[in-house]
């Protein structure tokens, strides 16, 4: 939520980063797997113990996932099925880092499921409770983006478990914010 309010700040860098793309002919479902496939290989970095080098890539992975919404806005393809393929794409990623820096032994198998949970939730929550009549629940402290941009900063410290710890906490604070925000607004 914090990240979010200067997505308007940066959408028209991002729309002159879309627009050879769009000349190309890449379309915003390429984009989000090409995106998914980076993220995939930050995870493998992490499995084999480069944090440094997967919090690089999975920097540049966090740019071209910024993008597909873009090009998809841009040029004019944006699609039911497209949110869909993103979203799971991005539950995808986000499991793929977590294992990859329990298997690198960067951080405890018990410590990666709790902060997968969290994350999860962060995203199941906001889906149910819109689909029950909520309006968007784009509420709480850590979405996506700032947990992403936590474990990316301090892989690049060397000290991805301390981000994977601070995500942790982070995500299950929103978690019970988003369920405090979804009991307020759709009541009993």
């Known amino acids: 939520m914090v990240l979010n309010k200067y997505r308007p700040r940066v959408r028209k860098y991002l729309e002159s980063?879309?627009?050879?793309l769009a000349e190309v002919g890449l379309t915003p479902n390429q984009l989000t797997i090409i995106g998914l496939?980076?993220?995939?290989?930050?995870?493998?970095?992490?499995?084999?113990?480069?944090?440094?080098?997967?919090a690089l890539i999975l920097l540049f992975g966090s740019l071209v996932d910024a993008l597909d919404g873009t090009l998809a806005r841009l040029t004019g393809k944006t699609s039911?099925?497209?949110?869909?393929?993103?979203?799971?794409?991005?539950?995808?990623?986000?499991?793929?880092?977590?294992?990859?820096?329990?298997?690198?032994?960067?951080?405890g198998w018990e410590v990666a499921f709790i902060t997968l949970m969290g994350a999860?939730?962060?995203?199941?929550?906001?889906?149910?409770?819109?689909?029950?009549?909520?309006?968007?629940?784009?509420?709480?402290?850590?979405?996506?983006?700032?947990?992403?941009?936590?474990?990316?900063a301090f892989a690049l410290a060397g000290r991805v478990e301390l981000g994977v710890y601070i995500v942790a906490v982070l995500a299950w604070i929103t978690v019970f914010q988003r369920l405090y925000e979804a009991r307020r607004r759709l009541g009993r």
């Open 17 to 20: 980063l879309v627009k050879p």
């Open 37 to 54: 496939a980076i993220s995939l290989t930050g995870a493998y970095l992490f499995a084999v113990g480069s944090q440094r080098i997967a």
């Open 80 to 107: 039911c099925f497209g949110a869909f393929l993103d979203s799971t794409s991005d539950r995808i990623s986000d499991g793929a880092i977590l294992f990859g820096i329990a298997y690198g032994k960067l951080v």
């Open 120 to 152: 999860y939730l962060v995203s199941y929550e906001r889906c149910r409770a819109e689909l029950a009549g909520s309006g968007t629940l784009a509420v709480g402290i850590a979405e996506r983006a700032e947990r992403l941009i936590l474990l990316i």
